[in-house]
């Protein structure tokens, strides 16, 4: 999951293998949360959003669960491929704070194995 | 389709130097911010705009400027740049229609010595 530090954590995956990333927030105002993906040397990608009333979200090979009891988002990726080795970042809107300021967490580095 | 374009891509200046990173976008978006990105702090929100003409402070505002004169263009200006301004500093938009969807640019590294 991620974490406040100076080292970025890192999950390896064998590819063809499901990846779970974890992310925990602390605002419990928060009520709309994103995922995004970004690639050595780009910028980020947005994969995919919840709303936080709804506790789970499918996209293709991608799933976002909510957990709002205890303030936690995950992730999953399902047949991870090489082309998924990135930096993923969970992201939370606060409405109080306006829509339009959007407060990412420090990220997790997926490394698939081939 | 440009998206987002940020310049210059990389940047190295002396400390007490004005710079201003530029953005532009061509996607009609109403807000714009500016993040800065540091190995293990993730993307900081230095500065915003909900839409042309207004502006508003992020997390990381001291020590940086911006101003929105239009939909289109969001310039980022360091006064007198500082070496803890080095960092990757990434350009974004995004319709408010569709809260937390932001289009990144490629990112301006920016090295102040």
């Known amino acids: 999951g991620e974490s406040v530090g100076l080292h970025l954590p890192t999950l390896s995956v064998q590819e063809g293998d499901n990846s779970i990333i974890n992310c925990a927030y602390s605002?419990?105002?928060?009520?709309?949360f994103i995922w995004y993906k970004q690639e050595s040397g780009k910028g980020p990608q947005f994969i995919i959003d919840?709303?936080?009333?709804?506790d789970k979200r499918q996209g293709q090979r991608v799933t976002v669960l909510l957990n709002k009891t205890v303030k936690h988002l995950s992730l999953q990726i399902a047949a991870t491929q090489p082309g998924d080795s990135a930096v993923y970042f969970c992201a939370e809107t606060d409405p109080g704070g306006g829509y339009q300021k959007v407060t990412f967490g420090t990220g997790t580095k997926l490394q698939v194995i081939p | 389709i440009a998206g987002i374009t940020q310049a210059p891509t990389s940047q190295i200046l002396a400390a007490g130097r004005r710079m201003t990173l530029r953005c532009t976008q061509d996607m009609r978006h109403n807000a714009m911010y500016w993040y800065r990105q540091d190995l293990g702090l993730g993307l900081r929100l230095i500065h915003y705009?909900?839409?042309?003409?207004?502006?508003g402070k992020g997390e990381v505002p001291d020590g940086y400027s911006v101003s929105r004169a239009n939909t289109d263009d969001f310039p980022l200006t360091l006064a007198s740049a500082v070496p803890s301004q080095t960092s990757v500093y990434f350009c974004?938009?995004?319709?408010?229609?569709?809260?937390?969807?932001?289009?990144f640019g490629e990112g301006s590294r920016l090295t102040v010595l």
């Open positions: 919840i709303r936080s009333n709804m």
């Open positions: 705009s909900n839409t042309a003409g207004t502006t």
């Open positions: 605002n419990s105002a928060s009520d709309y």
């Open positions: 974004a938009s995004s319709d408010s229609r569709v809260p937390g969807e932001l289009f």
